[in-house]
């Protein structure tokens, strides 16, 4: 595979944070290359680094050291605003606790996203209507958070994700808080996501079984990638 | 740009605080209001016991009704000038008048203030065509007899149609009609003899202004000179509508410096609990920043979003204050008017551009209370607050 099919291209990266007196490296001197297309899962111990290297390839963070490039960007030297506006083109967020917003519908959580684009707010409508029709909750457009099941939110979660069509989901534990059947639903969700849109998808895991539905595992540990 | 509905069902689910909160800038733009619109209530009362075409003539110095004489020969002179309008029969439109103030007990027994009595000569119905009898019969000339405004008939003891009271020790009078000026500072008068009147206040000879109607209000400066011109004279003329506005100046900017005050100290109290209860909603919602920043909203769109939520609240707040402040134009107040040291009777009046600066400052304070806590908001950082 050549270099500039990667999307993904990490070389050299430290992050260390620093705790009053204490200095604690959390990922040291990594290299990480994502091809375009991938479905990766991330595992490693709790501590191992896997949530910062995520947050750094979305630009949620910064890293200490060494150069970031993703969807051919060097997203380090970004401004916050820069890399705000780089997030909602290019980033779609999974997170394990849903994190919707409580008081919108699903439809206007899925909509967030789009509220950054230009697109006319008939449009926007139509296109969260479709990202939920996609994850199967077009009977459920009308409804808060608190009027749904763990699996439907973590639905709503992906309609967010892919509503603005990124080019990179990242998703971190999307199955944590999920029963099996559930999380297979979600975890057949990103697979389609994969396939049949092509979506490069970083996922984070614990759970042997999630990591398992994606095409290449990578094992993280003390910092670096086994 | 972070949906406004957002921030409109946030303040929903958090009623109480919200209420609470809105509550106190509400108390701060009803006392703002409210003192605006006495304010121009007493600026308006006396701006409208003045017409344009009439100039009154008081003493050189003398800046007050109260404190000015003038001879009985000199009202002729004055009555003379050239611009004076004349009736159908010749005469010219003027009348000399007498003011003074008699110290009255309120009708609920709580207090005594001065009253204004004005001695009025017999045609002064002819000369003030907005003054309607609405009770009772015109006084009697040079009699004890009295009519009383409408805005204070009924306020004193003795001021009630058909009651007497002393005009001065044993000079009782009796209220025989009961006056209305279209809402003028007239109507916080009582009016008698002219004659009567200076005689029981031994100001025999003189009397205390002297108006004259105009041919047209551009006759006014050839009539100052006429008047002022003449140094043995030593009086001085201002059209009546300036010389109301001069009496009520002091007493509205005391009301609107008074009003200005207060309203100020209690928005100090009422910033701090839109600080505060912004502050605990930003608490409260830290991940949900946090997840909106992930998404990609600026640090600009939080604290627009914050600021936005809290000017709702002060908005709310607002309108609360602004309504509660209306109500009040249905009541009617009496105050010390400083410059005749007498009661004036007047409504708390509002207008657009009252209410608007009323509910301005409910939204600068509501902007300002917000500022700190949007702020803090907006230096959430992404992967801390979704780490909580």
């Known amino acids: 595979m050549s270099e500039t099919e990667h999307i993904i291209k990490l070389k050299g990266i430290n992050k260390t944070f620093t705790r009053g007196k204490e200095r604690l490296e959390v990922l040291s001197d990594l290299d990480l290359n994502i091809p375009k297309g991938a479905f990766e899962a991330l595992m490693g111990p709790s501590g191992s680094g896997k949530t910062t290297l995520l947050n750094l390839i979305a630009g949620l963070d910064r890293p200490t050291k060494g150069s970031l490039e993703v969807a051919g960007q060097d997203i380090s030297k970004l401004s916050d605003g820069q890399l705000s506006k780089w997030r909602s083109s290019h980033i779609g967020f999974i997170f394990q606790h849903f994190n919707l917003i409580p008081v919108l519908t699903a439809q206007e959580n899925v909509e967030l996203p789009l509220l950054l684009t230009k697109l006319p707010a008939a449009e926007r409508k139509t296109r969260a209507a479709t990202a939920l029709r996609v994850v199967g909750l077009e009977d459920r457009m009308d409804h808060r958070p608190n009027q749904l099941s763990g699996g439907q939110e973590q639905r709503v979660g992906v309609a967010r994700a892919i ?34 849109f092509d979506k490069t998808i970083l996922m984070v895991t614990h759970d042997p079984a999630a990591a398992e539905r994606a095409t290449l595992i990578r094992k993280l540990d003390k910092g670096q990638l086994a | 740009m972070i949906p406004l509905s957002y921030n409109v069902r946030n303040l929903a689910v958090r009623k109480a605080t919200t209420i609470a909160s809105a509550s106190g800038i509400a108390l701060v733009v009803f006392v703002l209001a409210a003192a605006l619109m006495l304010s121009e209530g007493l600026a308006r009362t006396m701006q409208t016991s003045g017409t344009a075409d009439t100039a009154i003539v008081l003493r050189k110095g003398n800046d007050a009704e109260l404190s000015s004489s003038i001879e009985d020969p000199t009202v002729g002179i004055i009555r003379s000038a050239p611009g004076v309008k004349a009736k159908s029969d010749g005469t010219p439109m003027a009348v000399g ?36 009898l609405d009770e009772g019969r015109p006084a009697q000339p040079g009699t004890d007899e009295v009519i009383a405004g409408r805005a204070i008939s009924g306020r004193f003891k003795g001021l009630k149609l058909g009651d007497s009271f002393e005009l001065r020790k044993n000079r009782p009078v009796k209220v025989v009609g009961v006056f209305s000026a ?27 202004s002297v108006r004259v109607r105009l041919d047209s209000p551009s006759r006014f400066e050839g009539f100052q000179a006429a008047i002022e011109g003449d140094k043995r004279l030593g009086l001085v003329a201002i059209p009546e509508p300036e010389f109301y506005e001069r009496q009520s100046e002091g007493t509205t900017m005391f009301i609107t410096v008074m009003g200005v005050l207060i309203a100020v100290f209690f928005s100090i109290g009422a910033m701090i609990g839109a600080t505060i209860t912004m502050y605990a909603a930003v608490a409260n919602r830290r991940r949900e920043v946090g997840v909106l920043r992930a998404l990609g909203f600026t640090r600009t769109n939080i604290v627009l979003s914050f600021l936005f939520e809290s000017l709702l609240i002060a908005l709310i707040g607002g309108a609360m204050g602004v309504v509660a402040a209306l109500a009040m134009g249905l009541v009617k107040f009496s105050m010390m008017n400083f410059s005749t040291w007498s009661e004036i009777v007047f409504q708390f009046t509002p207008t657009p551009r009252i209410l608007a600066i009323a509910l301005g400052f409910g939204g600068v304070m509501g902007v300002l209370g917000g500022f700190f806590p949007a702020l803090r908001a907006a230096s959430v950082s992404a992967v801390d607050a979704m780490r909580d």
């Open chain 1, 163 to 196: 509503v603005h069509d990124p080019t990179i989901i990242v998703a971190d534990e999307p199955t944590g808080e999920l029963d099996r059947q559930s999380a297979d639903e979600i975890l057949g969700l990103l697979e389609k996501l994969n396939k049949e």
């Open chain 2, 97 to 132: 008048e007498t003011l003074v103030v008699a110290f009255m007990e309120t009708s609920d027994g709580k207090g005594k203030t001065n009253v204004q009595i004005r001695g009025v000569p017999a045609d002064v119905m002819d000369f003030r065509t907005n003054v309607k």
């Open chain 2, 182 to 208: 279209g809402g003028s500072a007239f109507e916080s008068e009582v009016w008698g003899d002219v004659d009567v009147v200076r005689e029981a206040f031994g100001r025999r000879g003189v009397v205390s």
